[in-house]
């Protein structure tokens, strides 16, 4: 049985978090990735794999060149995580707003 990566610990990390901002634009080589950090391209490397591991980041092999793209299907289970509460302070500021109107209109 292979043991997946935990999602939520790979995005912990700046890094790793900086690293799919950058694929969700455009798919990048390691090497294209790793020009935009100080760290060695080993490094770069270890962050790639572990997000590759979480089904965040996919591979593509064009010609001679890897190249890494965003997985939206393997950023769902963050999503999922994190809309109860998105609902939450949608509902809080909606009523914070309903009181800011209502706190004006009575000036």
């Not at 790793?34 to 962050?47: G, L, M, P, V």
């Amino acid at each position: 049985m292979k043991l997946r990566r935990d999602v939520f610990q790979a995005i912990a990390d700046p890094t790793r978090r900086t690293i799919i901002s950058l694929v969700a634009l455009q798919a990048l080589t390691p090497t294209a990735i790793a020009e935009n950090f100080d760290y060695s391209r080993q490094t770069i490397s270890k962050h790639i794999q572990i997000l590759t591991e979480c089904e965040i980041l996919e591979q593509e092999q064009k010609g001679r060149e890897i190249y890494y793209h965003l997985n939206p299907n393997g950023m769902k289970e963050i999503a999922e995580f994190i809309e109860p509460f998105r609902k939450l302070w949608d509902d809080r500021f909606n009523k914070l707003e309903s009181v800011m109107k209502s706190y004006q209109s009575k000036k």
